[in-house]
């Protein structure tokens, strides 16, 4: 008997799954325990046929510790009551192949692929297809690999190493394109993204013009995503000119006709004053992919960086949607964070990729970016209940958390923007002490003083895309919906989720209407962010709205039901207690 460890991505978590593989004979139960306790952590399972087979199970797996003994029991006399191996963990990384030419200023190619790769946590394996001599000022030459070489890396990688997606990026010759899609076929994996490079962002011509046919003959039928930017988008599309969005659109409608399951056309060229658009267009429907522009010289590798980004996502097991909302926002944050580095002579900048990542390092704070989870007990602060069960803001939010607050909105109306900024400063650092984001109420002032992690709006505060203009690509910004239209654009906007109410008649807010439970479903269904429900939420109802049937309803927000008590602690652990208990039946 041999059994092991095997761990994969989904949703951006590893999930260990127990690979046990035996002789059996049909019918024969197994029961896979712990040494020594056979009650503790068994799992049942029948086995579906004769021979050696391969079985895998998934939970119980975090209980086993490294080299643990496992016991195997079985109940079948012909086989030996238990049988003893020793459960050795080996951990599956996601992996990225990228297929593209080498930068000797590290700002593109295969170096930016594989300090993208390494940012997002995945392996990135590479094959070079090109040396090139290059800077900030532009390219100076090309030496391209030969290409029974480029086959030859090729062969070692795939046949050796579990590649989960390849990412193209400059494949200078007709030859190489046609050893690549021969290397797929023989050596199939979870995705291809294509980048199809052509001009680099210095204007260099960086493949040949009859390339062209045979990436569009060859290539892009097999791809699953096609990122040009309105350069490469127009030299596919044999030279036709790009200038509106409407014109992205088409494009991205011409190109998907030639054969991948989705492209994503870069619209950062596209004179504009304010926000930069990509059309991603998946054969029914387009979705404008708005985010702010950063005004910055250090943009040399953005494409070959959102490519790879998108294919990291995918080898983490994101759907292609989510994978290119994540790339979006990292290429965002490494712009953001490198606006003012300085590197080299000319126009063309690299960026930092692993800038924020260094940040993070240097960091004590429990945060870590914003997570759906997050949203599960939403607590929002309110000074005038505090004031009256006799209490400092402190101590209300201290109590929270204590009580199972998985993220706190600080709201306060009635203070002087000084004491409001002192106030975020103490709360932040509770909250952070904890691993639990503080969100401000409105006011985008005191969230940029007290660098919190990020702001709610309402309709008629500032516009979310506003906001994230402000305050960057990596804070957290919610908005207050009522309709299905107000979710969309919320999304559009750069929102991360909407608050959705009120549900219920409150106290806490004069002459809000209420959408009820159909009002929350319907909005749900139509919102591409995921959804937490306020307004009037108290134990006693906390089935009713999280067993609506909507997937992207996260969790409940909370005020007088936590705050407008003599004690927080146990009203929040009775809140907590009733949504986990939801969310665990609906899931």
Same mark, same amino acid.
């Given at each position: 008997m041999?059994?092991?460890?095997e761990?994969?991505?989904?949703n ?40 050696? *087979? ?9 209980t ?10 079985? /109940? ?10 020793m ?14 030419g080498?930068d ?12 993208a ?32 070489f480029?086959?030859a890396?090729? *062969? ?80 596919? @599309? ?9 014109? @992205? *659109? ?31 267009f998946?054969?029914q ?15 040399h590798?953005t ?10 996502? @995918? ?13 979006k ?29 260094k ?18 007990l ?70 940029l003083?007290? /660098? ?16 994230r ?6 804070k ?7 309709t ?28 809000? *209407? ?9 909005v ?25 049937g ?38």
């Amino acid at each position: 008997m041999d059994i092991g460890l095997e761990y994969r991505y989904e949703n951006e978590v590893l999930i260990p799954t127990l690979l046990v593989q035996i002789e059996l004979e049909s019918k024969t139960k197994l029961l896979l325990q712990r040494r020594p306790s056979c009650a503790q952590g068994a799992t049942h399972f029948q086995t579906p046929h004769l021979g050696t *087979r391969s079985y895998r199970i998934e939970g119980m797996i975090p209980t086993i510790p490294v080299r643990s003994p496992l016991t195997l029991c079985t /109940n079948n006399s012909s086989i030996r009551p238990t049988t003893t191996a020793m459960c050795t963990p080996t951990h599956r990384v996601p992996h990225v192949l990228t297929v593209a030419g080498s930068d000797s200023g590290a700002g593109a190619g295969i170096q930016a692929d594989l300090k993208a790769c390494a940012a997002l946590g995945v392996y990135c394996s590479t094959v070079v297809t090109a040396v090139t001599a290059q800077n900030t000022v532009g390219v100076q030459g090309i030496h391209p690999v030969p290409e029974t070489f480029v086959a030859a890396q090729l *062969r070692s990688v795939l046949s050796d190493m579990q590649v989960d997606v390849v990412k193209t990026g400059m494949i200078p010759s007709i030859g190489m394109v046609k050893i690549l899609c021969q290397s797929l076929q023989e050596f199939p994996v979870r995705a291809l993204v294509v980048d199809p490079v052509m001009v680099s962002t210095s204007g260099d011509v960086l493949a040949d013009s009859s390339i062209v046919s045979v990436l569009r003959k060859d290539l892009l039928p097999v791809a699953d995503i096609v990122t040009p930017n309105l350069k490469e988008a127009s030299i596919l @599309l044999g030279g036709v000119p790009l200038e509106t969005v409407a014109h @992205l *659109r088409s494009a991205a409608k011409l190109i998907h006709d030639l054969g991948p399951r989705y492209v994503l056309v870069k619209g950062g060229d596209l004179p504009a004053p304010f926000d930069a658009v990509d059309i991603f267009f998946d054969g029914q429907e387009y979705h404008e992919l708005l985010g702010p522009r950063v005004e910055t010289r250090n943009t040399h590798g953005t494409g070959c960086t959102l490519a790879s980004s998108i294919a990291a996502g @995918l080898a983490k097991g994101l759907s292609m949607f989510e994978a290119v909302q994540v790339a979006k926002r990292f290429v965002e944050s490494a712009l953001h964070y490198s606006k003012n580095i300085s590197i080299g002579r000319g126009v063309q900048g690299p960026f930092d990729h692993l800038l924020k990542l260094k940040q993070n390092t240097n960091s004590f704070s429990l945060r870590r970016g914003f997570d759906k989870s997050d949203l599960l007990l939403y607590a929002i602060t309110d000074s005038r209940m505090n004031k009256k069960w006799g209490r400092s803001m402190v101590e209300a939010v201290k109590a929270s958390i204590k009580g199972g607050a998985t993220i706190i909105q600080l709201r306060e109306k009635e203070v002087e923007t000084g004491e409001f900024v002192e106030l975020a400063l103490a709360c932040k650092e509770i909250c952070h002490s904890k691993g639990v984001p503080l969100i401000i109420n409105d006011r985008v002032d005191v969230a940029l003083a007290s /660098n919190a992690d990020g702001v709610h709006v309402g309709q008629s505060d500032m516009q979310a895309r506003t906001v994230r203009a402000l305050l960057g690509p990596d804070k957290i910004i919610g908005v207050s919906c009522k309709t299905e239209e107000q979710a969309l654009q919320a999304w559009n906007d750069g929102a991360d989720y909407i608050g959705c109410g009120g549900v219920f008649p409150t106290s806490t807010k004069e002459n809000n *209407r209420t959408i009820g439970l159909d009002g929350l479903k319907a909005v749900c269904l139509t919102s591409k962010l995921p959804v937490v429900a306020i307004g009037g939420i108290s134990a006693d109802n906390v089935p009713s709205v999280m067993e609506i049937g909507a997937a992207n309803l996260r969790g409940i927000a909370v005020v007088s039901a936590l705050f407008d008590h003599d004690c927080i602690f146990s009203e929040t652990m009775k809140m907590y207690s009733a949504v986990t208990h939801c969310r665990s039946r609906t899931k």
